[in-house]
């Protein structure tokens, strides 16, 4: 077959320790994670392991339980021996959550120090129990929920008091040993948020997690957690990766993965390379493109389809890809590897496309 797409990562990869949450490496030379969050009630096992499978299926790697109630730590054993990805419990408010957790085999925990009272004088008792179970923690420090202290040393959730709040919290266990820790340090603004995650990576060799919080609806959220991601993985800032979006959590995994994949921190799989169409376009192009799309969806090779709207540029822009269409006067000419083998009418352009790519993906993954 094919040798597999190398993709160009953005940068170099900042060194961190790595560590296990299951059967996932983060940090270390460890690809750049993506995973989400369950939106059910996580006592509702069912639901909640339905929508595990859901996530699975789009691509998440690991996914994250809400435990705010005993029901929920309840459900945690069903839900992690149940479950085919890593399951992280996250707890705010009760540290007996925590064991709980860990009891119940969960892969590991994200605790919020801001939001656990007395969460100073547990540390000790958790990063034994975490340690004697081989559970990492990720210290998840939220700019809604500073620890007191901090907020009235520094005024506001600024990026200083971000870090600085996540490192003491790091100091507490590492005075017990523990370094099973990954962090992250979120914020709604990118900017901040940014700022935060470079101070953090100057730091510590802790592996960071990365998420623009309460980052908006689907658009916005999508592009906020884009133009952060992308500013600090160009750096080689970042080991596992988390979208916010009001919006399902398939989609935060479907545009996580996009956001690695734009930045070669990941191997492409289908990428549809559209036109923007122009006054010289003689086709609907974005009908074409997202009938094209819809005809290829669930394809999982490395294949570049272009599709162009005129015969003027779309032979030049095709010539990258794998296979394209240039549209013109009601027919499209039909491109494989920059060779126009076929001129078809317009009304068998997406057929055409799609039974090429099937050609190409077979020829791929014949070994
Ligand atoms: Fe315009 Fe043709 Fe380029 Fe599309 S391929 S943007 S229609 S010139």
Redesign the pocket.
Known sequence: GMPAARPRPIADRRPTRQLQVGNVAVGGDAPVSVQSMTTTVTSDINATLQQIAELTASGCQIVRVAVPTTDDAEALPIIARKSQIPVIADIHFQPKYVFAAIEAGCAAVRVNPGNIKKFDDQVGAIARAAGDAGVPIRIGVNAGSLDQRLLAKHGKATPEALCESALWECSLFEEHGFRDIKISVKHHDPVVMVQAYRLLAQRCDYPLHLGVTEAGPAFQGTIKSAAAFGALLSEGIGDTIRVSLSAPPADEVKVGIQILESLGLRERGLEIVS???????QVD?YQLADEVTAGLEGMDVPLRVAV???V???PG?ARDADLGV?SGNGKGQIFVKGEVIKTVPESKIVETLIEEATRLAEDMTDA
């Not at 036109?275 to 376009?281: D, Q, V």
């Open positions: 036109c923007p169409s122009c006054g010289r376009a192009v162009m709207g005129c003027v540029n779309g822009e240039a």
